[in-house]
């Protein structure tokens, strides 16, 4: 059979394509990192799509991560013997800059959850204008199972296998849940060990004395209390005698209540995995900090007050309930009881989509994460610059210029909701997504 003529050769007519078509097909169902926390995360951005009005090109590439990292760590363990440990790396966009996020240990981290923290991550570096895309990381492992030098064997390994993928330049990490200053310091060392001259740049939240800032272990709770702050002056409210339940008594939390308690707000309540402790006249923050520091949780505080379960506190009346411990504490199954003013996110997701809904109706306010708990990113963005000019700046110095931060993205978020009738987290997203958009419109789509 002879060779059937070449459709276009000399003579033919060009085919007619159909006209391009304007929205580009979504990347197909069931992806690795499709759990409901990044459900919940796509809802969010699919709802502040419709709102944002962005080229569809633009909507496409923001759904999913450039880049998701899954290794599995081999550790020896103090008697000998060796375990596996499941990592992850996620990088949701490197269209502002270099990805930034924390790592955490927890039995819970997964592709997913990494991948919807690092979209909230893009959306809240985007929104305070820091020149960063979103990243989040973590080992999947029970910290209070492990020993100190297990965690260091943990943390080593974890940095040694993304080295190909971090860097100053292309990804820095922060600490999150159950990571701390030592967590950083070991991750820097061994980064550094790898280039053979010392990285500090690689990682924000790491101790003082290898270039770390002063002011980055209380970013995240003092910017959660600002934004309180500047959320009751709004609503024509002094902080000040306000009554507030703080969930999680970490980092976040911790720092969070002694910011409520030293602007003479009333703590009547805090909790972590423990449990809760209740005084209606409000708690000694300074005392359970000590309490914390000796005996590792809020378990065995009496001194006057009432044990609760963490549902119960959630529960409780007050003005102000800060959720700072992790995401999905305010589901439909319990915003119907939420008895607060405002809720305020200092956690990631800790109130899923339906929840929203429902808490709207109710007319409770949401300080929304991407916001609210930026603090943390906007001292880590402070350290990396210090870093990289070797440079430092004091105490005061870095508190004005977060305030500075905080407050422009607070009044940005503040007057689009009520110009757009809105609420605050879609006003949130919007603002971020407008911050990516204008830049990867700026940039195109390489080639
Ligand atoms: P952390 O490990 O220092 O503290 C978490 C606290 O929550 C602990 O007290 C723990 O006991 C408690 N907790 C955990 N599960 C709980 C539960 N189900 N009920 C009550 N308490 C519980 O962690 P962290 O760094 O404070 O982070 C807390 C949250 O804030 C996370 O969602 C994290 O992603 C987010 N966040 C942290 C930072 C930061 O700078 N550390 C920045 C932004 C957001």
Same mark, same amino acid.
């Given at each position: 059979?002879?060779?059937?003529?070449?459709?276009?050769?000399?003579?033919?007519?060009?085919?007619?394509?159909?006209?391009?078509? $304007?929205?580009?097909?979504?990347?197909?169902?069931? =992806? %690795?990192? %499709?759990?409901?926390?990044?459900?919940?995360?796509?809802?969010?951005?699919?709802?502040?799509?419709?709102?944002?009005?962005?080229?569809?090109?633009?909507?496409?590439?923001?759904?999913?991560?450039?880049?998701?990292?899954?290794?599995?760590?081999?550790?020896?363990?103090?008697?000998?013997?060796?375990?596996?440990?499941?990592?992850?790396?996620?990088?949701? #966009?490197?269209?502002?800059?270099?990805?930034?996020?924390?790592?955490?240990?927890?039995?819970?981290?997964?592709?997913? %959850? *990494?991948?919807?923290?690092? /979209?909230?991550?893009?959306?809240?570096?985007?929104? +305070?204008?820091?020149?960063?895309?979103?990243?989040?990381?973590?080992?999947? *492992?029970?910290?209070?199972? +492990?020993?100190?030098?297990?965690?260091?064997?943990?943390?080593?390994?974890?940095?040694?296998?993304?080295?190909?993928?971090?860097?100053?330049?292309?990804?820095?990490?922060?600490?999150? /849940?159950?990571?701390?200053?030592?967590?950083?310091?070991?991750?820097?060392?061994?980064?550094?060990?790898?280039?053979?001259?010392?990285?500090?740049?690689?990682?924000?939240?790491?101790?003082?004395?290898?270039?770390? #800032?002063?002011?980055?272990?209380?970013?995240?709770?003092?910017?959660?209390? /600002?934004?309180?702050?500047?959320? *009751?002056?709004?609503?024509?409210?002094?902080?000040?005698?306000?009554?507030?339940?703080?969930?999680?008594?970490?980092?976040?939390?911790?720092? &969070?209540?002694?910011?409520?308690?030293?602007?003479?707000?009333?703590?009547?309540?805090?909790?972590?995995? $423990?449990?809760?402790?209740?005084?209606?006249?409000?708690?000694?923050?300074?005392? =359970?900090?000590?309490?914390?520091?000796?005996?590792? $949780?809020?378990?065995?505080?009496?001194?006057?007050? @009432?044990?609760?379960?963490?549902?119960?506190?959630?529960?409780?009346? *007050?003005?102000?309930?800060?959720?700072?411990?992790?995401?999905?504490?305010?589901?439909?199954?319990?915003?119907?009881?939420?008895?607060?003013?405002? +809720?305020? @996110?200092?956690?990631?997701?800790?109130?899923?989509?339906? &929840?929203?809904?429902? =808490?709207? $109706?109710?007319?409770?306010?949401?300080?929304?994460?991407?916001?609210?708990?930026?603090?943390?990113?906007?001292? #880590?963005?402070?350290?990396?610059?210090?870093?990289?000019?070797?440079?430092?700046?004091?105490?005061?110095?870095?508190?004005?210029? =977060?305030?500075?931060?905080?407050?422009?993205?607070?009044?940005?978020?503040?007057?689009?909701?009520? @110009?757009?009738?809105?609420?605050?987290?879609? &006003?949130?997203?919007?603002?971020?997504?407008?911050?990516?958009?204008?830049?990867?419109?700026?940039?195109?789509?390489?080639?």
């Amino acid at each position: 059979m002879g060779r059937a003529a070449h459709p276009f050769g000399p003579g033919t007519q060009a085919p007619v394509y159909p006209p391009a078509v $304007s929205k580009t097909v979504p990347a197909p169902p069931g =992806l %690795e990192w %499709e759990t409901p926390l990044y459900e919940q995360a796509s809802m969010q951005l699919e709802h502040a799509l419709e709102l944002a009005e962005v080229p569809d090109f633009v909507a496409n590439r923001l759904r999913h991560p450039e880049r998701a990292v899954i290794l599995t760590l081999p550790v020896r363990m103090d008697d000998g013997t060796y375990r596996s440990f499941p990592a992850y790396r996620v990088q949701h #966009s490197t269209v502002l800059g270099p990805t930034k996020g924390g790592i955490r240990y927890d039995d819970a981290v997964d592709l997913g %959850e *990494c991948a919807a923290l690092a /979209m909230w991550m893009t959306w809240k570096c985007a929104l +305070l204008r820091l020149p960063y895309g979103g990243a989040k990381g973590g080992v999947r *492992c029970n910290p209070r199972t +492990l020993s100190t030098a297990e965690v260091a064997r943990i943390t080593r390994r974890f940095t040694a296998e993304l080295a190909p993928f971090i860097g100053p330049q292309r990804d820095i990490a922060a600490p999150d /849940m159950a990571t701390n200053e030592q967590t950083m310091a070991w991750m820097m060392d061994t980064y550094s060990m790898q280039r053979g001259y010392a990285v500090p740049e690689i990682v924000t939240g790491k101790p003082i004395s290898i270039g770390g #800032s002063v002011f980055r272990h209380e970013a995240t709770g003092a910017g959660v209390v /600002m934004v309180v702050e500047y959320a *009751c002056r709004r609503l024509g409210r002094e902080l000040a005698g306000q009554h507030c339940v703080v969930q999680g008594f970490g980092n976040v939390g911790g720092i &969070a209540a002694s910011e409520l308690h030293a602007k003479g707000a009333t703590v009547v309540a805090v909790s972590d995995l $423990s449990g809760g402790v209740y005084a209606e006249d409000g708690l000694d923050i300074p005392a =359970l900090h000590e309490h914390v520091a000796e005996h590792g $949780s809020l378990d065995g505080y009496e001194a006057g007050t @009432e044990r609760l379960t963490n549902a119960e506190l959630l529960e409780l009346p *007050c003005d102000v309930l800060v959720l700072a411990a992790r995401e999905d504490q305010v589901t439909s199954a319990n915003a119907d009881n939420l008895r607060c003013g405002l +809720l305020v @996110e200092g956690a990631n997701g800790p109130t899923s989509v339906e &929840a929203d809904a429902i =808490l709207a $109706s109710r007319g409770i306010q949401v300080l929304p994460d991407v916001l609210t708990n930026a603090g943390g990113v906007t001292v #880590s963005y402070f350290e990396w610059v210090q870093d990289l000019g070797r440079l430092f700046w004091d105490r005061e110095e870095i508190r004005r210029r =977060l305030a500075d931060k905080m407050s422009d993205a607070f009044d940005r978020v503040w007057n689009l909701a009520h @110009e757009r009738g809105i609420s605050l987290r879609d &006003a949130a997203l919007v603002a971020g997504i407008h911050e990516v958009s204008a830049a990867l419109e700026a940039r195109g789509i390489y080639p």
